[in-house]
């Protein structure tokens, strides 16, 4: 989330690569549960897991909000490459979002399924610090994370965790520039199932407005670099996701107020999408 000043130092280009997972189950899926923690400004992740359908629960041990954007590398690409690309202002379409959870606020516990193949991928965080632009990825929160072939060296064996995640109720369409739910959300527990049918990559920044406020009074309070007291409370949503990809994320919501929101800069005019449209809110009533 926030990425709407980093968008002048950080351009991520959008990918070109398709890859379209179906990740829809008619039953509760049962995955490999990797949990990563959060603090400023480091995760604490594996280095490498195996490759298939994997549910990554972000644990926020920290002060501000975390995100993580799972991104793979073609081949040959390093995180020292992408550092350089981002420093330099220039596009990365060798490296490709596919999906993580986003965001967590302070002491919260969130999660996202993602469909990994075997390959080099880093897991990064764009969230800036309240008053400084910088992403905290270049304070140290990016890190490299390996997937194995499934039928490759089975290194997490006998510890490796599993979650049942129900079979996702809602379906959320990402297109340039917009979010379509297949239905008005509800109070309580959900599996929402997110398709990148646009030409570009998008990502949903969900989050819980406080009575009275609006998304123009948050964006209002991230310009000013959070001061004061804030507007929104974060809510669980997908990091970036290339185009053609799927990825789940699984949310429990109150009654209220909320606003979904893309803060990824354009290919064309390095403007977050929000500028041109990708910002909507909407309310979720009571069962
Ligand atoms: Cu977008």
Redesign the pocket.
Known sequence: MLRAIPAALFVVAVASASIRHAATASTADKHPLVTVHAREYAFVAPASITAGTTTFRLVNDGKEPHQISIVQLAKGKTLADFVAAAKANQPTPWAVGVGGPNTAGPRQTIDATVTLDAGNYLLLCWVPSPGSPVPHLVKGMIQPLTVHAASGVAQAGASTSYISEAAPDVHLE?FD?GFRFSKPLTAGKHTIHVMNNAT????AVMMKLAPGKTMKDADAWFESGMKGPSPITPEPGMAGLGKGRTATFTTNLTPGHYGII?Y?PDAKDGKP?AMHG?VQEFTVAAR
């Open positions: 990402l520039y570009q990559e998008h990502e893309c990824i999408h990708m």
